[in-house]
């Protein structure tokens, strides 16, 4: 891209004054008075070029067929961020710069909704995350899957930020031993989503009872298998209300798959937090500059950055957690979904 001085140069070469009139295609605007056509030029950056440079090369370009008439320069202020909503975006088209407000930002969440979230789960993530840690210590210890946990918290509750499920890995458990890849709707996402939908219905106006958990043939293993996804389950700390996970958090030891991140995607959580990146099979995660899957590429990483993809009707805020002092257990392959 040119540097606002030398774009505001070339447009000599597309002028050619002869007597009087401007020869090329501008976009013209009248004016008030609707009199007189008025061509606007717009020149970038204020801070590129000075005032004095700006009028003296428009003069010289002869762009009014009346002499006396001689530009003017206008200092237009224009927010350097989108709008994060509607009346924000009226107002600024008002005061500054014609603007819309887009939900979904294609270029990522505003910095202020990111600054004010992470004021929000500062204080406790560490504690969400070593929860998460111990549900993914428990199921692998009982060889029913690999050590990889998910904690889900409601911001919401009438208790404030609570606990609402915790579940573990359990690829191995319908087979009862370990081989292969196992159930992969075992995964601990899948069946914290799962367990979230037996509690909605468990709630005022669902069709079954918050104690009453049977162990049924799914395969979505969406019943408590350890203790600590007992208590968690059994615990009235769901708000009412709303679609399935919309308006909670997810805290895991791994970054999820491409399947488990796109059912975090279809289930409206909020936000995700992951601690442990895995590249070859993570689809949460992009590499910056890459927000695309490159099939030649040999960095290892599928760089979907499935939590803020354009294309795609629901996006969330996403964070990997680091710890300095240590990391997850690891898993037992290099290429293990989580």
């Known amino acids: 891209m040119r540097e606002a001085k030398e774009t505001a140069e070339a447009t000599v070469d597309f002028v050619d004054c002869k007597d009087g009139e401007v020869a090329h295609d501008k976009p013209e605007v009248l004016s ?12 970038c950056l204020e801070s590129n070029f000075s005032s004095d440079w700006a009028l003296e090369l428009l003069v010289s370009l002869h762009l009014s067929p009346v002499k006396a008439l001689q530009p003017q320069l206008r200092t237009i202020n224009v927010p350097m961020l989108p709008p ?6 009226s107002r600024w088209s008002q005061d500054f710069w014609p603007t819309i407000y887009k939900k979904h930002n294609p270029f ?6 990111v600054c004010r979230a992470e004021d929000e789960m ?14 993914g210590v428990d199921v692998s210890e009982k060889g029913i899957g ?6 889900v918290i409601d911001r919401n509750s009438p208790q404030g930020s609570s606990v609402v499920i915790v579940a573990g890995d359990a690829r191995w458990h319908s087979a009862g031993e370990k081989k292969g890849s196992g159930n992969v709707l075992a995964h601990a ?36 298998l350890t203790q600590a996804e007992t208590d968690a389950y059994s615990r009235d700390t769901l708000s009412a209300g709303g679609y399935l996970c919309l308006g909670l958090d997810i805290y895991l030891t791994h970054e999820p798959c491409t399947m488990c991140s796109m ?8 936000r995700v937090i992951f601690w442990e990146r895995l590249p070859p099979t993570g689809g949460l995660a992009v590499e910056q500059g890459k ?16 939590f803020w993809r354009p294309e795609l009707n629901w996006k969330l805020l996403a964070w990997q957690w680091h710890n300095e002092d240590r990391a997850p257990s690891k898993l037992s392959g290099l290429n293990a979904h989580a």
């Open 189 to 224: 996402v899948m069946r914290a989503i799962g367990l979230i939908a037996r509690k909605r219905r468990a709630l005022p106006g669902g069709t079954s009872q918050l104690g009453s958990v049977v162990d049924t043939s799914s395969s979505f293993e969406e019943q408590p």
């Open 263 to 270: 059912a975090i995607l279809h289930s409206r959580f909020g």
């Open 146 to 151: 690999e050590p990889i946990g998910a904690v």
């Open 84 to 89: 994060i909503s509607e009346d924000q975006a």
């Open 122 to 135: 500062r204080d406790f993530a560490g504690e969400w995350m070593s929860l998460a840690e111990s549900a």
């Open 291 to 306: 927000a695309v899957v490159d099939a030649s590429s040999n960095s290892g990483s599928l760089n979907y950055g499935l």
């Open 108 to 113: 990522g969440p505003h910095p202020s909704i």
């Open 32 to 43: 008030n008075d609707k009199k007189q056509p008025t061509t606007y030029f717009l020149l």
